[in-house]
């Protein structure tokens, strides 16, 4: 029979939903609230063999509030590391075990960019890299809305400084489309709430007679408010 207190965690992360799940998973009592940013750090700094160490040596039948999180950046590490199999098999295990959270949307964002990448041909960031000099991106539209990036409680109470750059399209009504991160740092970690920043920014309006992108420098700082740069 499952244990009382895991079903009780994994009702009140599932009620989060895309909210932020990790926001929940805090609330919980106990050294639980302090693997958070323990685990983000150990990512942040590139030390994924700790990371590792520190997901096996977890007792997740007692307390699973936390797997989704640390499969998802195990997910990560695979990936850096080059092994995209045993990468896919982590972030799917989120979305099916956590569905409707935080973990389970930014693992469902590198599923998509993963399958992106298996496709023959150049990927998207290689196809739009190759008009980054056209009148495509120089267009001069200017934002009218522009709120500074969104930065997750989970990663500032973790201290993660870094920064992501969003390549994104301007439909000719102003909104924001097409977005996708090209680089970020540490990596892919910031990616959603950097995502979610842009998709929120309005540009002013435009004929629509040709295709307008723009692309942008998200800094995240946990002792300050973010900041875009071109």
């Given at each position: 029979m499952e244990h009382a207190a895991v079903k009780a965690r994994r009702s009140l992360v599932a009620a989060c939903g895309l909210a932020r799940g990790l926001a929940c998973t805090?609330?919980?009592?106990?050294?639980?609230?302090?693997?958070?940013?323990r685990?983000?750090?150990?990512?942040?700094?590139?030390?994924?063999?700790a990371l590792h160490a520190r997901a096996e040596s977890m007792d997740w039948s007692v307390d699973d509030s936390l797997e989704p999180l640390f499969d998802l950046l195990r997910g990560y590490c695979f990936e850096l590391e080059g092994r995209i199999e045993d990468a896919q098999a982590r972030y799917t295990q989120v979305v099916v075990d956590a569905p409707a959270t935080q973990q389970?949307?930014?693992?469902?964002?590198?599923?998509?960019?993963?399958?992106?990448?298996?496709?023959?041909?150049p990927s998207r960031a290689q196809q739009v890299a190759r008009q980054l000099t056209t009148r495509t991106y120089r267009h001069g539209s200017k934002p009218v809305v522009q709120a500074e990036p969104t930065y997750s409680s989970a990663l500032r109470d973790a201290g993660i400084e870094g920064f992501a750059v969003v390549d994104f399209a301007i439909a000719p009504n102003g909104r924001t489309e097409d977005a996708f991160v090209v680089g970020s740092k540490p990596p892919f970690v910031l990616d959603a709430d950097a995502l979610r920043t842009v998709?929120?920014?309005?540009?002013?309006?435009?004929?629509?007679?040709?295709?307008?992108?723009?692309?942008v420098k998200l800094d995240f700082d946990p002792t300050s408010a973010g900041a875009a740069t071109p």
């Amino acid at each position: 029979m499952e244990h009382a207190a895991v079903k009780a965690r994994r009702s009140l992360v599932a009620a989060c939903g895309l909210a932020r799940g990790l926001a929940c998973t805090t609330t919980t009592p106990g050294p639980a609230i302090e693997e958070v940013p323990r685990a983000y750090r150990l990512y942040a700094d590139d030390d994924c063999d700790a990371l590792h160490a520190r997901a096996e040596s977890m007792d997740w039948s007692v307390d699973d509030s936390l797997e989704p999180l640390f499969d998802l950046l195990r997910g990560y590490c695979f990936e850096l590391e080059g092994r995209i199999e045993d990468a896919q098999a982590r972030y799917t295990q989120v979305v099916v075990d956590a569905p409707a959270t935080q973990q389970a949307y930014e693992a469902s964002l590198r599923l998509g960019t993963l399958a992106q990448l298996a496709r023959p041909g150049p990927s998207r960031a290689q196809q739009v890299a190759r008009q980054l000099t056209t009148r495509t991106y120089r267009h001069g539209s200017k934002p009218v809305v522009q709120a500074e990036p969104t930065y997750s409680s989970a990663l500032r109470d973790a201290g993660i400084e870094g920064f992501a750059v969003v390549d994104f399209a301007i439909a000719p009504n102003g909104r924001t489309e097409d977005a996708f991160v090209v680089g970020s740092k540490p990596p892919f970690v910031l990616d959603a709430d950097a995502l979610r920043t842009v998709r929120e920014w309005i540009y002013e309006p435009h004929s629509g007679k040709r295709p307008r992108r723009d692309r942008v420098k998200l800094d995240f700082d946990p002792t300050s408010a973010g900041a875009a740069t071109p």
